[in-house]
């Protein structure tokens, strides 16, 4: 028998940055001023992020391009890097995305790659906890509770044939 099964995903979205919580604001804003600092000299699409832990540090991350494709970073990748590197045990709580392009700010959000999500999505696993993202952009922000969410029907540790020790 086959069967149609459709997956959606619960996200809110907001009109301003000045609905959204102030811890939340803070982050998105934060994941902005990251992505000036983008190296992004073939695309011209700069993006930064920021990781909030449980300590409530803030790990900001940009993408960084490479000539030699694909050896660049997302900056989503770089962030969560960074966190797990330099605050090993400060679990990521909050991710929040931000994309400039020309000198812009994105017009609609831009969501993470699958890459990304992948990564995301393990470091739920491994943390055992939710990581909020937040998405922000000039005409709105979406805010999605669980990062896994984006990725329905991931790839995770219980698809491999041995269990990792």
């Known amino acids: 028998m086959i069967r149609t099964i459709n997956i959606s995903i619960p996200y809110k979205e907001f ?27 073939y695309s011209g699409f700069k993006v930064g992020a920021a990781v909030r832990l449980e300590s ?3 790990v900001n991350g940009t993408n960084v391009e490479n000539a030699a494709f694909p050896s660049g970073i997302c900056a989503e990748r770089t962030a969560l890097s960074g966190a797990s590197s ?17 000198q812009e ?8 790659c ?10 739920e696993t491994r943390n055992g906890r939710s ?23 991931q790839f995770s540790r219980d698809d491999l044939p041995v269990t990792p020790r």
């Open 15 to 41: 009109d301003t940055i000045k609905e959204l919580e102030s811890s939340d604001r803070e982050l998105l804003l934060s994941a902005m001023e990251a992505a000036k600092n983008a190296y992004a000299p």
């Open 114 to 123: 699958g890459n990304c999500r992948q990564v995301i999505a393990e470091e």
């Open 86 to 102: 330099n605050y090993p045990g400060d679990n990521p709580v909050a991710l929040a995305l931000a994309a400039i392009y020309e």
């Open 131 to 153: 990581i909020r993202i937040i998405l922000g952009s000039k005409n709105k922000i979406r805010v999605i509770e669980k990062g896994s969410d984006l990725l329905p029907l």
């Open 105 to 112: 700010l994105s017009q609609e959000p831009v969501s993470p």
């Open 56 to 58: 409530n540090k803030i």
